[in-house]
Nanobody, 115 residues
Framework: QVQLVESGGGLVQPGGSLRLSCAAS????????MSWYRQPPGKQRELVAS???????NYADSVKGRFTISRDNAKNTVYLQMNGLKPEDTAVYYC?????????WGQGTQVIVSS
């Protein structure tokens, strides 16, 4: 079993930045794809960014050039640096660990982009 705990959400003005963190209860980065998803109000959950065991990253078109996913193996933590935030980035952001056989989710952290 793996626990994922997100933090770093909050209220930010358009154009601002936030960094989300996802702390895993044990080191799984070499065998799991770590991802950030988000669920805007009234909409489906969508993939934002992912980082594979070898370090390859993938981004949704809507966040390319603004968001960066990274990880710190020593801290068992994955980050999502969000710059140039827009009102449409408002959502609950979830951390996900997936190795095809098993999938884990965090509890989510709220991001609100508003003036």
């Amino acid at each position: 079993q793996v626990q994922l705990v997100e933090s770093g959400g909050g209220l930010v003005q358009p154009g601002g930045s936030l960094r989300l963190s996802c702390a895993a209860s044990r080191n799984i980065f070499s065998t799991y794809v770590m991802s950030w998803y988000r669920q805007p109000p009234g909409k489906q959950r969508e993939l934002v960014a992912s980082i594979a065991g070898g370090g390859r990253t993938n981004y949704a078109d809507s966040v390319k050039g603004r968001f960066t996913i990274s990880r710190d193996n020593a801290k068992n933590t994955v980050y999502l640096q969000m710059n140039g935030l827009k009102p449409e980035d408002t959502a609950v952001y979830y951390c996900n660990a997936n190795n095809i056989i098993t999938r884990y989710w965090g509890q989510g952290t709220q991001v609100i982009v508003s003036s």
